[in-house]
């Protein structure tokens, strides 16, 4: 399309004022437009929590995007850690298989009970116990005698499991069993052997991202003990539960909202890098004679009425493909062209653009 002629008179000025250019007899209208846009992929999946950016903004490499909720693992009872094998970037399943957890957690209740009814006192309701009830535990040996405090976990007929919470007993030995504190012969319950509490495993799903507890420290019921997030991490390396742009330039567009599940690769954000901005501007058949790869444009931007703002370009491409458009009386044929140029912080994306024809 041709210049208005309020814009030719300013390019006049700006030729006469600029010594070694002359003004050529073409004009034409163009827009702003991203010829290589870069997608952003999710590096892990999730749950996406916020996302902090918006479609328009400029983003750099390493800007976050957005975060994702982390899966949360607890301790599910008191003890120790022990046994730490998983790190951050690591991924849970791959350990786990390996070592058989992430980490153990060594109960405070150190002692188990396999225990019988068929020594208990001979009554129905000592021969009748069940789960979750409290019971008390002294040495069947006359000397020498330990006690301990426990509760019932498991029942299966007439035998039953007990889990200590206090006292202190030896491995092996056999232990009577009484409902009473005072340990009455008409509340036993049983007898049982005394065997070591089996650490508990500590396993799961996705890469961790954060390790809350070192080896040997003590923990809590309902401590976080770490925290995942679905799929692999690159290069087995955590950097949290943030996403981060790998481009810089022009937020096109985000393709994410909080909420959205999202896996590994997943479309987070589109970006346009400036060295992908071009001048788009359609060219008419008839001019094609006039303009041609390689030829120097300079390039006024619009939202400057004073014709100030402008920068040269050089046309890198014209289209060998046609695009036809109906008017009122024929059809218009025109051809796509592209002016490349060096962008400064002021352009953006979809701003209109006047390029001029010149010669040197």
């Known amino acids: 399309m041709k210049t208005p002629r309020k814009a030719l008179a300013i390019l006049l000025a700006l030729l006469c004022a600029a010594p070694g250019l002359a003004l050529a007899s073409g004009s034409y209208d163009g827009t702003i437009v ?60 791959t350990i786990a298989d390996r070592f058989g957890a992430v980490l153990y957690i060594a109960p405070s209740m150190q002692f188990t009970i396999t225990s019988t009814a068929t020594k208990a006192y001979g009554s129905i309701e000592t021969m009748y116990v069940h789960i979750g009830e409290t019971v008390y535990m002294r040495s069947s040996g006359t000397y020498d005698r330990n006690f301990a405090q426990g509760i019932i976990t498991a029942v299966d007929g007439m035998d039953f499991t007990v889990e200590t919470t206090s006292g202190a007993l030896l491995m092996d ?54 925290e995942t997030v679905t799929g692999i991490l690159p290069g087995l390396t955590a950097t949290g539960n943030v996403l981060t742009s790998s481009a810089s330039g022009i937020v096109e567009s985000v393709d994410i909202a909080a909420g959205d599940s999202i896996a590994k690769g997943d479309v987070l954000i589109t970006v346009s890098p400036a060295d992908s901005l071009r001048v788009a501007l359609e060219l008419a058949e008839y001019d094609l004679a006039n303009v041609h790869e390689g030829d120097p444009m300079l390039l006024s931007f619009n939202y400057d009425e004073t014709g100030e703002t402008t920068l040269p370009g050089t046309v890198e491409m014209i289209s060998n493909v046609a695009t036809k458009t109906e008017d009122a009386d024929s059809e218009v044929v025109t051809y796509t062209v592209y002016i490349h140029f060096t962008p400064t912080d002021s352009v953006r994306l979809g701003m209109t653009v006047t390029a001029f024809e010149i010669e040197e």
């Not at 903004?57 to 693992?73: H, L, M």
């Not at 319950?189 to 961790?208: D, H, L, N, Q, W």
Request: charged share 20%.
């Open 173 to 226: 030995e056999q232990v009577y069993l009484f409902r009473s504190p005072e340990l009455l012969n008409e509340t036993r319950v049983g007898r049982g052997t005394v065997s070591r509490t089996p650490e508990i495993v500590m396993a799961g799903e996705g890469s961790i991202v954060a390790m809350h507890v070192q080896d040997g420290d003590s923990v809590t019921r309902g401590q976080l003990l770490y």
């Open 34 to 93: 991203c010829v290589t846009p870069q997608v952003v992929c999710a590096p892990f999946g999730g749950t996406v929590s916020t996302v902090v950016l918006k479609a328009g903004e400029k983003i750099s490499t390493g800007d976050a995007v957005a975060t994702v909720e982390t899966t949360k693992v607890y301790a599910p009872c008191d003890g120790t850690v022990t046994g730490l094998f998983g790190q951050p970037g690591d991924d849970a399943k």
